[in-house]
């Protein structure tokens, strides 16, 4: 089982990133997927979960109505649409399959002018 993300870098503030995470070594379409991000000096907290087939989704507070999490069960990715940043969004954001209990390495994502 492997979860491998892309896609983070710098940002300026108010600007957009979508990461990816790709999946492999199990069946993606039958596992909620999820995001989760951990700032420095912070505990690890959830960004976004998503049904197995897209059907549904939920956000943690912070993120609704910026942040949008979709998944391509042809091409077992699920992403992660990050609009308006700010700041605060800086940190490692990670992709999860928590049925596995698998992580992928994360991606770093710094919001900054």
């Known amino acids: 089982v492997q979860l491998v993300e892309s896609g983070g870098g710098l940002v300026q503030p108010g600007g957009s990133l979508r990461l990816s995470c790709a999946a492999s070594g199990f069946t993606f379409s039958s596992y909620i997927m999820s995001w989760y991000r951990q700032a420095p000096g912070k505990e690890r907290e959830l960004v976004a979960h998503i049904g197995s087939y897209g059907g549904s989704s939920n956000y943690a507070d912070s993120m609704k109505g910026r942040f949008t999490i979709s998944r391509d069960n042809s091409k077992n990715t699920v992403y992660l649409q990050m609009n308006s940043l700010k700041p605060e969004d800086t940190a490692v954001y990670y992709c999860?399959?928590?049925?596995?209990?698998?992580w992928g390495q994360g991606t770093q994502v710094t919001v900054s002018s």
């Open positions: 999860a399959v928590l049925g596995l209990g698998t």
